[in-house]
């Protein structure tokens, strides 16, 4: 009985995760960005589909889709009406898709040394923020310090 009841578990379990991950990503990118398609292979890793898209104006679609420009870094994704404006590491998307906060994404500034996509040799502490909707709250959603 026990054996059934992880059975039927693990099923329930991995028809969520798989669920999770039913949409696709839209990561809007510079065509000559090397790091945003080391991060595109860093999320795909973890299970999640991408469709990227070059794009020569990309400061027009971060406007247009209300990215604050505090928060900007080389490229963007859109997925389940969240945003994830940068270097954010897959297990941060996951966990935003898991609990699905009332926010309206995710991001890593700039683009920091050790993030992913940005495997230099060099590990700079970061932190991944959260925003919400009026853009008016940004708190910290994960930290990454430095080794």
Request: glycine letters at 8%.
């Amino acid at each position: 009985m026990n054996r059934l009841r992880s059975l039927l578990l693990s099923i329930v379990l991995l028809g969520l995760s798989s669920s999770l991950l039913a949409q696709t990503m839209t990561v809007y990118k510079s065509e000559t960005c090397g790091c945003c398609n080391d991060w595109i292979d860093h999320v795909r890793e973890a299970g999640i589909e991408v469709e990227a898209v070059d794009l020569i104006h990309l400061n027009h679609k971060k406007q247009e889709l209300g990215v604050p420009p505090q928060l900007a870094s080389c490229h963007t994704g859109v997925m389940d009406g969240y945003l994830i404006e940068g270097h954010v590491p897959a297990e941060q998307i996951l966990r935003l898709l898991r609990e699905r906060p009332r926010i309206l994404g995710l991001a890593v500034p700039g683009m920091p040394h050790g993030s992913p996509g940005m495997e230099t040799g060099r590990v700079d502490a970061y932190q991944v923020l959260s925003f919400d909707p009026a853009r008016q709250h940004l708190a910290v959603w994960a930290d990454y310090p430095a080794p």
